[in-house]
């Protein structure tokens, strides 16, 4: 398992810190926040120019969020052309559509609308891989299976994230992460308490039994440490890194 880093920064001196420190801390890559890329998206040159050949490691994956509609269709695209130029694995969307109201019908409609940005992400050597997220489509233990189920050509993968399964309600992480194991391709690991997330280690999921799922079905994907607890950053990326090594090996 390769292991990542993914983590807001306030400024652009944090964001120097994050892209220049996160090889030595142990991470293989990071996974972008859409604040740490979006001024680049119109101009991937300068990035390249920027960060040499550290940028495909920096850029190993692009986070993004937003509708399926017109604007939000065309911003996803237009991030297809900057991963596929900076050398990115994977784009790891969030729908921002609100859960209250959906139907089965609605889900299995934005599985197909998917599918088929999918298709267009693996024409440009890229992985289109859905976050579920609290408040959002898949966000209940059978969104998964239904939009999972309506998604064609295998053209979608999956992201979890530990700590948005258990805001969320689903305390079997490790359930959850053996009933998808053939469309799983990368994990969030983050720590919840209280509802409010936490730097690894200082919250209350017991990530034994996630790591066990994990070996059992054999993951060679990405773990990345999703580390939204507003701690400080140099600090917070050598606590997940000792963090995923004991647990991950």
């Not at 001196?13 to 801390?25: A, G, I, M, P, W």
């Not at 295998?154 to 805001?167: E, P, S």
Request: charge should be negative; aromatic fraction near 10%; glycine fraction near 8%.
């Amino acid at each position: 398992m390769k292991k990542a880093f993914s983590k807001p920064t306030n400024n652009a001196d944090e964001q120097q810190l994050l892209f220049t420190r996160f090889q030595s801390v142990g991470y293989a890559g990071l996974q972008l926040k859409a604040g740490q890329y979006h001024a680049y998206i119109a101009q991937p040159q300068r990035f390249l120019d920027q960060w040499g050949e550290k940028a495909s490691a920096l850029a190993s994956g692009l986070i993004t969020g937003g509708l399926l509609d017109e604007a939000g269709i065309a911003e996803l695209r237009r991030l297809f052309t900057f991963a596929q130029t900076v050398g990115s694995e994977r784009i790891v969307f969030c729908h921002a559509q609100p859960r209250q109201g959906l139907s089965h019908a609605d889900i299995q409609g934005f599985a197909r609308t998917l599918s088929d940005l999918g298709k267009e992400a693996q024409q440009h050597g890229l992985i289109l891989s859905l976050h579920h997220h609290y408040h959002q489509p898949v966000m209940y233990r059978q969104d998964f299976a239904i939009f999972f189920d309506a998604v064609r050509d295998q053209a979608i993968r999956l992201t979890i994230d530990t700590a948005h399964l258990v805001k969320s309600g689903i305390d079997d992480i490790a359930g959850v992460i053996r009933e998808n194991r053939t469309v799983l391709d990368n994990m969030h690991i983050k720590d919840i308490a209280s509802n409010e997330f936490k730097v690894l280690g200082k919250g209350t999921i017991d990530f034994a039994p996630v790591f066990t799922a994990l070996h059992d079905i054999g993951y060679q994907g990405w773990l990345c440490a999703d580390e939204e607890s507003g701690d400080d950053l140099l600090a917070s990326m050598d606590t997940c890194a000792s963090f995923l090594a004991s647990h991950a090996g």
